[in-house]
Each structure stands twice: as C-alpha cells, then as structure tokens.
C-alpha cells in the first residue's frame, strides 16, 4: 500500500508526540508539572501553548504508522497495555488538574503541528475545558440478581403471586408446568421492571448531576459479571461527589430488595463530556 | 472493601476493561486531519478493537487461550471468522469493508 501524497514523508526512525489530553496552562503546570519534575510520572512531556499544556509522551513513529500499527493492534498484550497507559496517564493528570482526553492512538508527526493544534484550536479546546474544569466523570452500573428479583420484588404483581401458590399445590407434570408458567410470569415482569428501573435512576441521578446519559449495556462477556446489567450511564459532577453520592446510596437503598445492585465508577476524565468533533478550522 | 456498601452501593473496584474500552476507545475529542492514523483508520480499529476485546473476555471465562487458533489474532490469515464478522460490521455502518473473501 501507497502512502497518499497528501502526508508528509516517514521519518521512519522519528518520534512523534501521542497525545492524551490537554490541560490549563495555569493548573497543570503548577501542580502537575511539579510532580512530574518529582519524578512522579514516568515518560510523560507537557508541551505548553499559550494557556494550554498538551499532556504527551514520545512514541516511535516507525511503532505508530502505517504500516507497522495495524500489525501491532493485532498484538492484543500491545493494545491493552496501550489502552491502559492511556487512560493511567490521563488519571494521573486528573489528581491535579482538570483535563479534556483525546481518543486513543491521537498521535502528531513533529511537535510543529502538535503546537499548531494548540494554539489554532485554542477557543474550542478552551471551552471544553471550562466545561469539565472542577468537574469529573463517574460511571453507575446496575446489576440485577434474577433470583432476588423473582423472590422480592416479582411478587408486588398479583399474578406472580397467584401462579406461587398454583405452583405449590400443584404435583407431578402439572408442577412442571405450573413452574414453567411461574418463570415466564416473573421473566416479562422483570422485563417491564427493566426499563422503569433504568428511567428511574437515570431521572435521580442526572438531578443530582451537572450533565449525564445513558451508555450502552454491557454484555456479561464484557462486564465481568454474572448478573444482567439493566443500566449504565456517566455523569458529570462537582469533584467532591458529596450530592451525587448521596442519591447514589439513596437509590442503592430503594432498589436493595428488588435484587438490584449499583456500582459506582471512577472517577474518570470526562471523556463523555468533551466535543468529540472540535469543529471546522 | 468499601464502606460504602453499608451505604447502598459499590464503588472502589479496579477499572473493568470493558469501562476503560467504552471511553478511550468510543470518547474523547478527535483530531481529524492534523494527526497519523486518521479517523477512518480509528474507527475502523474500534471495531476490531471490539471483536478482540469482547473475545477475550468470553474465552477468559472459559479458560483458554484465546489469541492461539483464532486467525484473525494469530496471523495475517485473513480468512477467520473475525474477519467476515468485522466485515459485515463496517458494511453495517457503512464504513469502506475490508477485502471481501471471494466464494466463487
């Protein structure tokens, strides 16, 4: 495969700046910069801009080009190690300042166009970082228990509670089918529950949030856990999390006997919560 | 273990991959035109990104190792199942497919 004409020609023993995320000059250079120069983060430069500090660090463009970086994708060891350094850095980052993430692998070929970027996208980098600045991310999930579901909270619908008795005084094939009839009863109750519970706590926590929307569900291959996930979502909050923690376990409660377990993420870069397009130059 | 549980709720665990995977890879800003890889490439990736991750997961579960046999993974195959499964996801999101394997 053909480089395009339109890209400059690989240095092919160059290094390039990988980008994880810009900060405020102000913040980041102070605080930050300090326990960098402590030694505290390994690998990481922080190219100042004007008022922006581009969190960075030096990669091998002969490790990130085409054609050597889809080759390395496949090395799944590489890629998670690279997926984890890329959110470690900008968590560290996130202990002393406020920071806007950019999305894995953003790397500039010279340092020119990394301070080009700063200093062009100035305004819309700044407002992003306005919006996030004193702010962080925090992930809920909900997980529900099947059987505590059905043992609790299925039994507030009179038919569920009509079918457990059918189920105990019937014998023999009939209980078989009678249990049958008690699982599908409390399966479409659960799928009603569902999405009242995922509105519900979506409504409560976004109250008690500065920003938030729901994410995708994760499958139990991806989330680790036995139970369904009936929610996810990410919110931005103050950084002292007091109000929105305190809704957190006030639903925990609410929902504790209908089998539904909350788990509270981060905190994160606001990763949800910075433009994803910064616009036309 | 948090005290945190008392209160309704937990929170404290490492981050799962999957919750690092759903921000760097699907969020954050993106600098379209001044950077290596372009935004093409990138989502491309994501979705390989995806398939690899949510394979490992499932065979993780199951004990094994899940990169050695898989072609898509082990080498520059190029006739895996991954491979037709991404194949059908870019043509899904109507994204540029990959070569497609011809049957006859």
């Not at chain 1, 970082?129 to 043992?151: H, M």
């Amino acid at each position: 495969m053909t480089t395009p004409a339109a890209t400059a020609p690989l240095r092919r023993d160059g290094l390039g700046w990988y980008l994880y995320g810009v900060a405020a000059a102000d913040e980041a250079s102070a605080r930050l910069g300090a326990g960098l120069a402590a030694g505290a983060v390994q690998g990481i430069d922080l190219v100042a801009e004007g008022p922006l500090v581009g969190v960075t660090s030096r990669v091998s463009l002969q490790e990130f080009a085409e054609p050597a970086l889809p080759e390395r994708l496949r090395d799944t060891t590489w890629l998670e190690q690279m997926i984890r350094t890329h959110e470690q850095v900008l968590e560290r980052v996130l202990e002393d300042a406020s920071v806007v993430p950019c999305r894995f692998c953003s790397v500039y070929r010279s340092e020119a166009e990394l301070r080009r970027f700063l200093s062009e996208r100035r305004e819309v980098l700044q407002a992003a970082l306005d919006r996030v600045r004193g702010r962080v991310e925090v992930g809920v999930k909900a997980f529900i228990d099947r059987d505590r579901f059905a043992a609790g909270r299925a039994r507030q619908n009179e038919d569920v509670r009509q079918q457990e008795t059918q189920v105990s005084s019937a014998e023999g094939g009939r209980a078989y089918l009678e249990r049958r009839r008690f699982e599908q009863l409390v399966a479409s109750e659960l799928e009603r529950f569902r999405g009242e519970a995922a509105d519900r706590l979506h409504t409560r926590l976004l109250a008690a949030a500065e920003d938030g929307l729901a994410l995708p569900l994760q499958a139990p291959e991806l989330s680790g856990r036995e139970e369904e996930m009936v929610f996810n979502g990410a919110y931005l909050v103050t950084a002292d999390r007091g109000a929105f923690e305190q809704a957190l376990a006030s639903l925990g409660r609410d929902f504790r006997d209908d089998g539904v377990e909350l788990e509270l993420t981060g905190p994160w870069p606001a990763y949800n919560f910075v433009p994803e397009e910064l616009g036309a130059e | 273990m948090s005290s945190r549980e008392l209160e309704g709720y937990r929170s404290g665990q490492p981050a799962q991959l999957a919750d690092v995977l759903e921000r760097v890879l699907d969020k954050g800003i993106v600098i379209a035109g001044d950077i290596q890889i372009n935004l093409l490439d990138i989502e491309l990736l994501t979705v390989k990104i995806r398939l690899l991750i949510a394979s490992a997961d499932k065979a993780r579960e199951m004990g094994i190792d899940w990169w050695e046999g898989d072609a898509f993974l082990s080498k520059r195959n190029g006739q895996g199942e991954l491979e037709e499964r991404l194949r059908k996801l870019e043509e899904a999101a109507g994204l540029p497919t990959s070569p497609k394997q011809e049957s006859g």
